[in-house]
């Protein structure tokens, strides 16, 4: 293609792609897909070719590509194809979207080599007999030869050293003799230098006496709350701090830091591995026969595998990878969170390692060059099976056959930031793009996608029992106001959960303890005025850190020391409210002086290696009680557990959302199956002050069905998903009558729709009126038809755009999880 102009794709928040002249010396190697470096403003970026044009739009004057960054272009048009797809559907700025696709671009030197294809040696080989094929000149045989002599392989770059220009390289590679590789070399280093905010400590406290400078706060946000505990060279980048800033830090206490080896083999929670028994029950065996029964169609199609907790899902997406393999294609699986691509990941491994090379991990929680660098392996077609959590989805794999999606109504599929993506609605995007066949799997199917099921839309394959026949952990409710009425309890921990803790210790199995908050206490009140300690940024109540010694906001990380009279009242009758996991951690040990206990939460386990070295203890026997948040309630396989408790299963019933009592008994009937998954039986203990609650109920028997009937039938009578499509709007800004004003102008856009097709509530203030010092007003879009909320949100994009509202004032969530 020789066109002179082509459009790029740029990393800003603007919903349009930029014209740029393409020089004649790149023309014939930029293609859409490539990632070039381009002037924009005063600054270079990196942006990717969206497609050719051509002609530039009139009277502007265009800028000329200033790099091709890729030989091969970096995405696939397929990649191309969704991204568009994307900013479309979720009006998002296609640069962001791309963004979220690409690689990380690393310090690192990519290195691109001319590699010899078996064609290609063979053409040499008949060369050396003195014969000249495929029309040949003599400066290109010349050139097979020498690199056949060089193993095959010569940097990109050489060529022209052996005596060979860039058209006959085109040429060669053209005829399939040869083929160009973009490869990340990593630098050899055995260990890391991790650096993270220091929590406690003296130090932290002389520190905290003088106010941080804008670079060292710019540094605890990064550490404390944006990215957790990071790589020395990607703080530097990320901050934009000097070496000597950090040192001067980790001089004055502010900072920690410690070298982590960089083998990612090295993985403790490997300790508590067994291998999957290779044979398949009856039940596994027919579901396996429908999704093959599916892939001899070869054509687009959604499954959902619906099996309770235990009943052998993984089993069933290692055999249906297997075979696609066989035939050819390659296979995405989304887990929902990180620590599960290491579980899964490993048995890909172990299925697939020996015969195929090709199992790649993408997840956040990689260093940039680990993470560049697994893509780049997908890229190269080295990797045939990609298993990561939600942006994996992007894996640039090429003839997809089967995209799986593990616990498919996990939350954690859900972007929360722009592009606010679902990944498991884009799976079965993709897979539709792609003639492919999206598997969903899990216990507890969100509504939406059973009711799908239900319809017909997808298919539905049931696995009804555990394997070997495991009996399912016996439920049972303790009711908080009875027991109040006993004991006058003081403790989070009720007699039962005790006695049951105690049962535990005594026959050397373990307990998994639950709560959903992290923290000492979640609330701090005043007894005199009924204030309550509110975060400066947003309105929601300071959680107290015990250990930290401190007050912190869980929204926008700020900190507050703790006070010792009410701000509003100046009295001294300050009083801590709702326990914490930090605060049960605390009590479980003052209740069992003798027990093994361990804490995992967001605050524990701030590194990955963290989170695996607690949970390798755990798994291999070396702890007796476990407590945690939900990161706890997820796909892990404890044999020895007998015993699950739940401190508190209504915190999350009250919240304003109609999403809450699914999300409660989803997460009360994934507890439920992390108990008894060994030979050992499973108890669960849930302690509720709801316990007529029908979520808590039918999560008590593990009744899906029951519960789906119930909630099915209070959504179509309050007209929610998934019988309407929703649409959040935000309008959002620091000064508060800017967003009055915004969200009123708003307001006048949008009540012209009001009516049968479309209901528009709102403007309102957002159930978290404000958020990281930002005034938030609300609009909440309901319709039948989602293409009609599609068109209405475009609308709005350029009716803002026609009042001079900024882009980043308004935020629209299609097909929101959350509405706070
Ligand atoms: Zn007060
Ligand atoms: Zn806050």
Redesign the pocket.
């Known amino acids: 293609m020789t066109c002179s102009f082509c459009n790029v794709a740029l990393p800003v928040p603007l919903r349009t792609a930029f014209t740029y002249a393409v020089p004649e010396s790149m023309r014939s190697v930029v293609q859409p897909g490539s990632r070039v470096l381009v002037p924009f403003r005063k600054q270079s970026l990196v942006g990717v070719v969206v497609e050719f044009v051509n002609a530039a739009p009139e009277g502007t004057k265009v800028r000329e590509i200033a790099r091709v960054l890729d030989f091969v272009p970096t995405l696939t048009p397929k990649l191309i194809e969704l991204a568009s797809w994307i900013a479309n559907y979720y009006l998002a700025p296609v640069g962001e979207v791309f963004r979220a696709m690409l690689p990380p671009l690393t310090e690192l030197k990519s290195q691109r080599q001319i590699l010899l294809t078996p064609s290609g040696r063979e053409a040499s080989e008949s060369l050396s007999g003195g014969e000249l094929s495929h029309g040949l000149t003599g400066a290109e045989a010349t050139f097979l030869t020498k690199l056949k002599e060089k193993k095959g392989a010569v940097l990109l770059g050489l060529q022209s050293k052996l005596g060979l220009d860039v058209s006959s390289l085109q040429k060669l590679q053209r005829l399939g003799l040869i083929e160009i590789h973009e490869s990340l070399q990593a630098i050899r280093r055995e260990t890391l230098r991790v650096i993270a905010w220091k929590g406690t400590g003296a130090g932290s406290e002389a520190a905290a006496a003088k106010p941080l400078a804008e670079k060292e706060e710019k540094i605890r946000t990064l550490l404390e709350t944006e990215r957790g505990p990071l790589p020395l060279p990607q703080l530097l980048r990320l901050a934009n701090a000097t070496r000597s800033l950090i040192d001067r830090m980790l001089r004055d206490a502010l900072l920690e830091s410690w070298e982590e080896p960089l083998d990612p083999a090295e993985d403790p929670f490997d300790t508590g591995y067994t291998p999957p028994a290779h044979e398949l029950n009856a039940e596994q065996e027919a579901a396996l026969k429908g999704i093959r029964a599916r892939f001899e169609l070869g054509a687009f199609g959604v499954q959902l595998l619906h099996g309770v907790t235990g009943s052998g899902k993984t089993e069933v997406y290692l055999r249906a990878i297997q075979e696609m393999l066989a035939r050819g294609k390659t296979a995405i699986i989304l887990v929902p969170e990180i620590a599960l691509t290491l579980w899964i990941g490993r048995q890909c491994r172990s299925w697939f390692g020996a015969r195929f090379e090709g199992v790649a991990v993408l997840h956040s929680a990689l260093s940039d060059v680990e993470r560049a660098r697994e893509w780049w392996r997908v890229r190269n077609g080295e990797a045939r099976v990609v298993v990561g959590t939600r942006s994996a989805i992007f894996a640039p794999l090429e003839n997809v056959g089967l995209i799986i999606v593990d616990e498919e109504q996990e939350s954690s599929y859900k972007q929360e930031e722009t592009p606010r993506y679902h990944g498991r609605d884009i799976a079965i995007v993709r897979a539709k793009m792609e003639s492919a066949l999206t598997l969903l799997g899990s216990a507890t199917p969100s509504m939406e996608t059973y009711h799908h099921a239900r319809e017909g839309k997808y298919e539905l394959l049931t696995l009804a029992s555990r394997v070997a026949d495991r009996a399912l952990a016996s439920v049972e409710i303790v009711d908080l106001r009875e027991e109040f009425q006993h004991t006058h309890l003081t403790s989070p921990i009720s007699s039962k959960l005790h006695a049951g803790i105690q049962e535990c210790l005594y026959s050397k199995t373990q307990a998994l303890v639950l709560i959903n908050r992290r923290g000492y206490s979640w609330s701090v009140l005043c007894r005199s005025c009924g204030a309550s300690v509110q975060?400066?940024?947003?309105s929601?109540s300071m959680t107290h850190h015990k250990q930290r010694n401190r007050l912190e906001?869980h929204?926008?990380?700020?900190i507050q020391p703790i006070p010792k009279l009410c701000p509003k009242c100046q009295s001294k009758y300050i009083y801590f409210f709702g326990e914490g996991s930090e605060h049960l951690e605390e009590r479980l040990r003052k209740e069992f002086p003798g027990a093994r206990i361990a804490r995992l939460d967001r605050d524990t386990a701030r590194t990955k290696r963290q989170y695996q070295e607690t949970l390798g203890a755990f798994a291999g026997g070396a702890l007796d009680i476990l407590v945690g948040t939900q990161m706890l309630a997820k796909g892990h396989d404890f044999q020895r557990v007998t015993l699950v408790g739940v401190v508190s299963a209504d915190s999350s019933l009250s919240l304003p959302d109609f999403r809450a009592a699914e999300r409660t008994f989803q997460l009360l009937t994934q507890v439920a199956g992390r108990a008894g998954r060994g030979e050992l039986p499973g108890r669960v203990l849930i302690q509720t002050f709801y316990p007529e609650h029908y979520a808590i109920q039918d999560a008590v028997k593990q009744d899906y069905l029951s519960f789906f009937e119930r909630e099915l039938h209070f959504r179509r009578m309050m007209a929610y998903p998934p019988f309407t499509s929703l649409a959040n709007v935000i309008v959002r800004d620091v000064r508060l009558e800017k967003a009055i004003l915004w969200s009123r102008q708003l307001s006048q856009y949008f009540s012209p729709y009001d009516g049968e097709r479309v209901r528009i509530l709102g403007p309102a203030a957002a159930p978290l009126a404000r958020?990281?010092r930002e005034h938030r007003f609300q609009f909440l879009l309901k319709s039948p038809k989602r293409s009609v909320l599609t068109k209405l949100l475009s609308g709005a994009i350029a009716y803002c755009d026609a009042k001079e509202i900024p882009q980043s004032a308004l935020l629209a969530d299609m097909d929101p999880l959350s509405l706070l």
Request: proline share 0%.
């Open positions: 975060c400066v940024n947003c929601i906001c929204y926008c990380g700020s958020l990281k």
